[in-house]
């Protein structure tokens, strides 16, 4: 049986991946992945394949121990990997609860490499693994420190097991939005006054999903970003010094921007 699989499919990115997937590959079924099962549940339908919901929480142990009873089971091979689930919180560090930033890490970096590494063993050349990251991958992001500092994480995670993982022909992309309109921001903001008021521009899920796919699997890339504005601010925060790139994003946020449009 060859599958895809789906994390953070029920909501944003990572169903606008299932719903999307099928325009480059046939699978049999499409394991997503979330806490919300009902949701989950409602993509039945939605595209060819038949729909595993599987309702687990990454931040649990648990979780790891039941998908990997899972695939023991079936032994599906696996097409495609998505680890689209991931929150972040943003503002100053001592109003985030460190709860909370320690959840960050366990869902955006240690969920991600579990997922993956215990997925890997069912994988077969030409099989891909995309890793949801973040253009904050790129530069330390005060106010968003343990978020961006995750995404950094995932962006060398991602492009080291690219290459080890070529010999065997399994891609490993990461993928790097900048601000996207999904549910992420009803989790993001810790006070009603965020220090975090500057979006410079607001990207469409589909969108960020189309090009991530057509990435994927019609280019060699390593690494995913949707828009000129993000690969143009990319390539320049590589040039300049982190202290000039981080006081320049410190003063945007004094110039609240786009802020009406996140949920809109
Ligand atoms: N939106 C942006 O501006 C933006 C920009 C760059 C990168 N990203 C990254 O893109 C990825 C997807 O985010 P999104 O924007 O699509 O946000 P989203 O709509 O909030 O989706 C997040 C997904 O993660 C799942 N999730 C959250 N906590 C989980 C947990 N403990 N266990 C299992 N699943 C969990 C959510 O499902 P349940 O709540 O049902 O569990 C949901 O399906 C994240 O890694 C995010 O960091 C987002």
């Not at 993956?116 to 991958?137: C, F, N, Q, R």
Request: net charge positive.
């Amino acid at each position: 049986m060859k599958i895809a699989v789906v994390t953070g499919a029920s909501s944003g990115m990572g169903r606008e991946f299932v719903l999307q997937l099928e325009q480059y590959i046939t699978v049999d079924e499409i394991w997503v992945i979330a806490r919300r099962g009902e949701r989950l549940c409602e993509l039945q339908g939605e595209v060819g394949a038949k729909i595993r919901p599987i309702s687990l929480d990454l931040t649990e142990s648990e979780s790891f121990t039941k998908y990997s009873t899972m695939l023991e089971e079936e032994k599906p091979e696996v097409s495609l990997l998505v680890n689209g689930a991931g929150f972040g919180k943003f503002g100053k560090f001592e109003n985030i609860p460190l709860e909370d930033s320690m959840k960050m890490i366990d869902l955006n970096c240690k969920a991600l490499v579990m997922m993956t590494e215990l997925t890997l063993p069912y994988m077969h050349s030409g099989s891909k693994v995309i890793e949801l990251d973040s253009l904050s991958a790129f530069q330390p992001v005060p106010y968003i420190t343990v978020y961006g500092a995750t995404k950094a994480f995932v962006l060398s995670y991602s492009r080291a097991m690219n290459q080890e993982l070529a010999p065997r022909g399994i891609r490993v992309m990461s993928v790097n939005p900048g601000w996207v309109k999904t549910e992420f921001f009803e989790h993001a903001f810790t006070t009603n006054q965020s220090e975090i008021k500057y979006f410079n521009k607001i990207y469409e899920a589909k969108d960020v999903v189309a090009t991530a796919l057509r990435d994927l699997y019609k280019t060699n890339k390593d690494v995913s970003m949707h828009g000129a504005l993000i690969r143009w601010q990319t390539r320049l925060v590589k040039h300049l010094p982190h202290t000039l790139v981080m006081k320049v994003w410190m003063s945007q946020q004094k110039k609240p921007k786009n802020m009406e449009q996140l949920t809109k």
